[in-house]
């Protein structure tokens, strides 16, 4: 069957249309699994579609809800008021400017924004372009994870992080992280905290693409451990 779902918004920019065609090869499904076949179409919209609710027939529908063609369907994006998402996998360039405002709080008087560029030059050799790869629904989870640790480790801190994947050029950012605090000591050290942990956990990968090869690269700080709870002082 053929299911034509409206979308509104954000998504309409996300997916480039405003209504998403998905064929299945069933005569009904549930709204879980067919979040589920987006998601593996979509992986890059994963974060925005957590998100999301379904709709079936003009009302909210339940994940165990079954759906058919004969329903008209909507994907349903966070209405005006909804918080912003802090975690973000984008196949997108990153706009800096963005990130940093998801951590703007009137109460805090300090503010940090990392950006990981693609650097040129490496121990004399030079480097045409980056390709990051990632398990998407981990790579989320996990940075939502550091969050948690930084609020528990430095409270009233805020964190947003947003990761590209695919090719990224010479210049451009793969990672943007913005920390906020009430004091800048925190938000020093949460900064630090951030990127150092997500190179430890969240399942990204990097290819180096070189003018003679490539190579992709793992853990370059030392033994790799992503059971260790918490990065040492």
């Known amino acids: 069957m053929n299911l034509n779902i409206q979308l509104f918004a954000g998504l309409v920019e996300l997916f480039g249309t405003s209504v998403l065609h998905i064929a299945i090869d069933q005569e009904a499904v549930s709204i879980e699994q067919l979040r589920k076949l987006i998601t593996d179409k979509y992986p890059a919209a994963a974060p925005q579609l957590k998100t999301c609710f379904f709709a ?49 709080h009137p109460n805090h008087g300090a503010s940090l924004l990392f950006i990981g560029t693609t650097r040129e030059m490496t121990y004399g050799q030079r480097t045409v372009l980056l390709e990051y790869e990632a398990y998407v629904p981990m790579a989320i989870k996990t940075m939502e ?64 693409i070189w003018e ?9 700080t030392g033994p790799w451990n992503p059971l260790e709870t918490t990065l040492t002082d």
Request: some cysteine.
């Open 145 to 208: 994870t550091i969050g948690q640790e930084i609020t528990d480790r430095w409270p009233g801190t805020l964190t947003a992080i947003t990761h590209r994947l695919g090719k990224v050029a010479i210049a451009e950012a793969s990672v943007v992280i913005a920390v906020s605090s009430p004091h800048r000591a925190s938000c020093y050290e949460a900064s630090r905290y951030a990127i150092e942990r997500l190179k430890q956990i969240v399942p990204i990968w990097k290819k180096e």
């Open 212 to 220: 003679d090869g490539s190579e992709w690269k793992g853990s370059q």
């Open 56 to 104: 079936k027939n003009q009302a909210y529908a339940n994940e165990s809800d079954w759906v058919t063609t004969a329903d008209e369907l909507a994907l349903i994006p966070p209405v005006s008021g909804g918080q912003p998402t802090l975690y973000e996998i984008t196949y997108d360039s990153i706009d800096a400017r963005q990130v940093a405002a998801k951590v703007n």
